[in-house]
């Protein structure tokens, strides 16, 4: 078998992460002892059923969930520590940027799309004209596919799947060194999920950090490196996407392999996901 390839010091980094939530008769501890890191130009899944946990990892990264414990480290500084101003500083110069399943909470309904791309860059300041703006908002959109006369329209007047690739223009503008994408293609069809994912590459290619995150690993395993696995708020599995889907080491693992007909052909039959629910029954915490 061939090496793993020696990747760079990894962008992001976040280790023994716990993030407690909720007030009251209903705090729970919604990430527990959490570790993953994602190099430039590498692309992590992040897979797990609805309530694991996954989008809030990346609202911890992104600093907008407090972090009872534990490290967030982006390009190579201590994130979860900052408060106040220097959070805001560091939000406001885009280090991290986030995709939302839904394109249209990306954008104001009220203004044009290639002001909301460009919005970003505005709040960073650093004294950038207008012009300066609009040309960089240009050539984000030469990098999505987008004709750039769309800049001009409301957000209301894109199809789903141009605004997806707005969203992705707005997250790239500030060149950030981490994108997150939240089940970017889940609310799009299929050719429209087709050209998004080609995006990936686009973003690779920029030498960007990218966590990828889906409830459904069949559509994730093909387009990234590595998959780590979360189950009620821990990470259970991290391997090569390619060796997880061949040989799935923890149960919930096994159970998502086994539940992805575009992996496996066949599936899992009844007694065989029985066995596997009871093993995990085991595990829990
Ligand atoms: N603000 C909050 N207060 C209390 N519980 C929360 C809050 N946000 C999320 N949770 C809980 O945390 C768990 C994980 O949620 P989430 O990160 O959205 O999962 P996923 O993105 O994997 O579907 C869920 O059980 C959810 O109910
Ligand atoms: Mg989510």
Request: aromatic fraction near 2%.
């Amino acid at each position: 078998m061939s090496p793993e390839p020696v990747l760079p010091e990894p962008v992001l980094q976040v280790s023994g992460l716990e993030v407690v939530l909720g007030r009251g008769a209903r705090r729970r501890r919604v990430l527990d002892d959490v570790a993953l890191h994602v190099s430039a130009g590498e692309i992590v899944g992040l897979v797990g059923e609805t309530g694991s946990g996954k989008s809030t990892l990346a609202r911890a990264v992104l600093g907008l969930v407090p972090v009872a414990r534990g490290v967030v480290r982006v390009a190579g500084r201590e994130t979860q520590a900052l408060r106040g101003a220097a959070r805001r500083a560091h939000r406001r110069e885009g280090h991290v940027q986030y995709v939302f399943q839904d394109p249209l909470r990306s954008f104001d309904p009220d203004r044009t799309v290639g002001d909301s791309v460009g919005e970003p860059l505005a709040v960073r300041g650093g004294g950038l004209a207008r012009r300066e703006i609009a040309d960089a908002v240009a050539r984000r959109f030469a990098d999505v596919q987008l004709d750039p006369a769309l800049a001009s329209r409301l957000p209301g007047e894109l199809s789903g799947g141009q605004r997806q690739r707005a969203a992705v223009a707005r997250a790239l503008i500030t060149d950030p060194r981490v994108v997150i994408l939240d089940e970017p293609v889940s609310a799009l069809d299929a050719a429209n999920r087709v050209r998004v994912l080609e995006l990936l590459t686009v973003l690779r290619g920029a030498g960007v950090a990218l966590l990828y995150i889906s409830h459904d690993l069949g559509s994730v395993a093909g387009i990234t490196d590595r998959t780590a696995v979360l189950y009620d708020g821990r990470i259970v599995e991290t391997a090569p996407s390619h060796r997880l889907i061949r040989e799935p080491q923890h149960p919930y693992s096994r159970l998502l392999v086994g539940s992805a007909p575009t992996l496996t052909g066949a599936g899992l039959d009844r007694a065989e996901r029985a066995r596997l629910r009871a093993e995990l029954a085991d595990t829990a915490r």
